[in-house]
């Protein structure tokens, strides 16, 4: 697809230079530098996501997965008691 971008004109000297050293097109260079761009902003968005995450893990008082399930699942067990077909309702350590 093609576009029309009006640049500063030292800005798409500079650009042309730095093409024709690496031996590229302009058309080349502004396709990396906005791809790269996109990726930096798809990068700060999965960021944000982490630590959103990590403080509601910390929140959740830190615990991986399978304790927290379990410790659901013994509360659960203990608010409805055993279900049938659960393998720790016979089990007395839980």
Same mark, same amino acid.
């Given at each position: 697809?093609?576009?029309?971008? %009006? $640049?500063?004109?030292?800005?798409? @000297? !500079?650009?042309?230079?730095? &093409?024709?050293?690496?031996? +590229?097109?302009?058309?080349? *260079? ?9 990726? %930096? $902003?798809?990068?700060?968005?999965? @960021? !944000?996501?982490?630590?959103? &995450?990590?403080?509601?893990? +910390?929140?959740?008082?830190? *615990? ?17 008691? !055993? ?12």
């Amino acid at each position: 697809m093609k576009i029309t971008v %009006d $640049l500063d004109a030292d800005l798409y @000297r !500079a650009v042309k230079v730095e &093409a024709a050293r690496s031996d +590229r097109s302009v058309r080349d *260079v502004f396709e990396e530098a906005i791809g790269g761009w996109l990726e %930096d $902003l798809e990068s700060a968005e999965d @960021r !944000a996501s982490a630590d959103v &995450a990590l403080a509601e893990y +910390r929140r959740d008082g830190g *615990v991986g997965a399978v304790a927290y399930y379990e410790r659901l699942a013994a509360e659960t067990r203990e608010t409805y008691g !055993a279900m049938e077909g659960d393998p720790t309702a016979s089990d007395p350590t839980t």
